[in-house]
């Protein structure tokens, strides 16, 4: 029989795992039984520090429509009660109209460090993240930033990685996709061999003039399960249509945003028409957007930095799957701190593009790690990560 303790431990995971506050949950001595059990200073206060941080990229990284060599990133930190918990923002030059420069970033980052003090409790999750969201109407990687770290911080006091808090099974986490992007047919040829040994599936950057030479130069080197990345770079309905069924002889298993996304219509109709699921990225940003893409795609690509972070996330998975939709997680180059984050709800999707931290050369954490081309998530709480 569980005594009391351990009947409160389970219940406030179920109320975590359900997206309800915890301070609703239970009534009169209940809750501050809980409390103490995972927090020694009743008068503690959260305090929160940020600082920038560029990203190294291994090699130069080339997409449809640009090429980088480094990501601004700002390295979040929330303590309480002397335990840590992790976040960062990643701010993808491309992406900045939604994510974030990095002097927004910090801007926003001050207003919650001067503000989240008015809040006694981590775990009051759903007013927190409340506030934060509603000081702006973007800045989407820094409430990212923030929301992760919370997230860590309150896994961390509850003793638990959010995987489980979550009801989730991590040995159902699924292979990830690694990145080849476009480049030469040598170098593309010479990247191909090194990852055929290590993963289980491939990820192409397509859009481009030499979409079909990039495949063919894949194939000369491994049959492996390759999913596709278009990066809107497909303008014309009919040519994606023929191109997804050419890729679909190739041995491609999903395409990723085929069209530009104020193309919607013309996404529907290749959607309609396509014998591979297609999936949203550049049409998707936050949970809104999510029930209006039913029938434009079959699936979405959820990635933190994009959506304000873990918690509006597993919103969206639900909502996905309530719709009838497949799932995918992302993320942008980054550290193991929030692709760890990510991670932590892989076991539910069906497919998993998390190798933003394998692209960078300077590594904060340890955490996540991807052993024979599996997501494998480590047996530590919050979002599994330790600090290097």
């Known amino acids: 029989m569980q005594n009391r303790r351990d009947f409160l431990k389970t219940a406030a995971f179920a109320a975590l795992g359900s997206g309800m506050a915890i301070n609703n949950v239970f009534a009169g001595e209940s809750a501050p039984a ?23 990229l291994r090699h130069v990284f080339t997409v449809a429509s640009y090429s980088r060599s480094t990501t601004p990133d700002v390295q979040v930190e929330i303590e309480y009660d002397g335990i840590i918990g992790y976040g960062e923002a990643s701010m993808p030059p491309y992406l900045q109209r939604e994510l974030g420069t990095m002097d927004s970033v910090l801007a926003f980052l001050k207003k919650v460090q001067d503000g989240i003090g008015q809040f006694p409790d981590p775990f009051q999750l759903e007013d927190i993240l409340a506030y934060v969201d ?9 409430k990212a930033a923030v929301d992760i770290a919370l997230h860590d911080l309150v896994g961390k006091l509850l003793q638990a990685p959010w995987y489980r808090i979550w009801g989730l099974d991590k040995d159902k986490a699924p ?64 040519y994606a249509i023929d191109m997804i069924h050419w890729l679909k002889e190739k041995g491609i298993v999903m395409i990723e945003q085929p069209m530009p996304k104020t193309q919607l219509d013309d996404i529907a109709w290749v959607t309609q028409q396509s014998p591979l ?8 940003q936050r949970l809104g957007d999510v029930a209006g893409l039913k029938g434009a795609f079959h699936g979405i690509n959820i990635k933190l930095m994009k959506c304000t972070g873990m918690r509006e996330g597993w919103k ?24 760890s984050a990510a991670a932590q709800f892989s076991p539910a999707v ?24 599996k997501i494998t998530l480590p047996d530590l709480p919050g979002i599994g990560v330790v600090k290097l």
């Not at 289980?200 to 049959?223: F, H, Q």
């Open 175 to 238: 292979s990830t996709t690694f990145t080849i992007g476009i480049d030469t047919p040598d170098v593309v040829r010479e990247k191909t061999k090194e990852c055929a040994e290590q993963f289980n599936i491939l990820k192409v950057k397509l859009g481009r003039d030499n979409d079909k030479e990039m495949i063919e130069v894949i194939r000369s080197v491994t049959d492996l399960p390759i999913a596709v990345d278009a990066n809107q770079g497909w303008t014309d309905k009919h």
């Open 34 to 56: 809980l409390f103490n059990i995972n927090r020694r200073g009743v008068n503690a206060k959260m305090k929160l520090r940020f600082f920038p941080y560029e990203l190294k």
């Open 350 to 373: 069906d497919f998993a593009d998390l190798d933003g931290n394998l692209l960078i050369a300077n590594d904060r954490f340890k955490g996540m790690e991807v052993v024979k081309g």
């Open 316 to 339: 969206m998975v639900t909502l996905a799957r309530a719709l009838g939709m497949k799932v995918m997680v992302g993320c942008m180059t980054e550290t193991s701190c929030a692709c």
């Open 134 to 142: 509603k000081l702006s109407p973007g800045d989407a990687a820094a």
């Open 277 to 284: 699921p297609i999936f949203a990225d550049e049409s998707l």
